[in-house]
């Protein structure tokens, strides 16, 4: 690993030369509010106490009711999985509410991203799809961008108007070590991870602002990467269709005003199982990276029919090299994982390893400190905090792979108890874009 990586001061340096080229970052396609569930394990098992906690369900066809909701902690508690699930009842919203003390924050890996870059300094092209008065008073007023009238301004627009329609995405964050007693059987929690919870009608469509897209053809120049997300939420295939097929033509419009911007498409953890093979067959041979966590590539993955173990490295490359095969990205793919980020592909002339360690390093400091990071918490980040060993087991498989595709892997520091693991990877997703300025 390249020892300026270990050098708070080259690496600030490094983050102020890519703000003065003054390029910006877009981020799409949806934003929402995130209603941050606070733990609290007595009410948790006193709420476990009023039902009898038996098999799993088929939770593909979402949450309905309080039973089905505890039987869904019960499972992610038991194996330490997140995940993304629908809530199908607005009652039961309300009785989550009732039920716990909820904080607010912003919501989407769009508009999480957005503001992560933001706070770093960097001006963003925001597309949004949910704005409401608590969004406004959440976001960053001074550095989050949209494009109006052929020109950069804040997010606070007439054009974006207001959006109070009720769409909470719930979000119950555990962490290691916390306890649940189910049936008098106490459950311990192996992992910290999340779950999301949505209900959120407008998502669903996820309505596209022809506004935005305009400006970015008329600003390409000043974009260095466009990150596309947010279909994860859309279940009817015909409104996904009319999407995909939208988002394609603008594509090729940027391109063509623009040929080095780098399209990268980020992975979710999708409502309907049936429409990723579709989203990605679309997509990929338009972008330049497809972008996952362990657990969104393991789901990739199990639906083509590909055995893997993701724990086997030389498994894992495998499986890299099946996924760009068969959808055919312009460079490859970039993992992101609790131990460490690499990318897997094409050797390309971007700053991949910049990427990898700022969407670590930024990844890091919201997990340690529970909110976006700026620069001076960059530059009082803790470099005594050690390598996780599985994230140095991957750097140095990495050093020795012969293969003809460039291997890149940066590690993370271990943080065993982490304040927060909500919105990780949308903001090592808004770091890693730093790699293509």
Known sequence: MNQNWNNLELMCAKLSE?????????????????????????????????????????????????????KLINDMIITG????????????????????????????????????????????????TVFSDVMKKLINNDLVLVEKDGKLQSIIT????????????????????????????????????????????????????????????????????????????????????????????????????????????????????????????TLSPKVNILGFNEEELGDILRINGKKYDLDDLFDLVMSLRFIIDLYKPKYGIVLHTKDYSLYFGKRCEKDIEAGLHFGNLMAGIKARLGRYGKLDDLRGYDLTIPFSPEGLKMMNFAEKYE???????????????????????????AGMQLGFI
Not at 49 to 55: E, G, P, R, V, W
Not at 96 to 120: D, S
Not at 403 to 427: C, H, M, W, Y
Request: with cysteine.
């Open 81 to 128: 999985n997140g995940g993304d699930f629908l809530i199908t009842s607005k009652e039961l919203c309300r009785e989550i509410e009732e039920k716990f003390e909820i904080e607010y924050a912003i919501g989407g890996t769009g508009a999480q991203g957005a503001c992560a870059l933001a706070n770093m300094g960097f001006p963003v092209a925001l597309h949004t």
């Open 403 to 429: 293969g003809t595709e460039q291997l890149v892997v940066a590690p993370n520091r271990f943080l065993k108890n982490p304040t927060s693991t909500i919105g990780l990877g949308d903001t090592f997703t």
């Open 158 to 281: 007439e054009r974006l108007g207001y959006d109070n329609d009720y769409a909470p995405h719930f979000i119950l964050q555990f962490n290691r070590g916390i306890e649940i007693v189910v049936n008098d059987d106490v459950h311990r929690a192996e992992n910290s991870n999340r779950l999301i919870l949505t209900y959120d009608h407008k998502n669903s469509i996820t309505p596209l602002d022809e506004e935005y897209f305009k400006v970015l053809v008329q600003n390409a120049s000043k974009v260095s990467s466009m990150v596309l997300s947010g279909f994860n939420t859309i279940i009817r295939k015909e409104i996904l269709q009319q999407r995909l097929e939208s988002v394609n033509l603008w594509i090729d419009k940027i391109k063509q005003e623009n040929p080095e911007i780098v399209f990268y498409l980020e992975g979710a953890s999708y409502h309907s199982a049936a429409i990723i093979p579709y989203i990605y067959a």
């Open 18 to 70: 890519k703000k003065n080229t003054g390029k910006l970052v877009a981020m799409t396609l949806s934003s929402c509010i995130d209603y941050l569930i606070c733990w609290d394990s007595a009410k948790i098992n006193s709420w476990y106490k009023q039902y009898t906690i038996d098999s799993s369900l088929d939770y593909s066809k979402g949450i309905a009711n309080a039973e089905e909701l505890l």
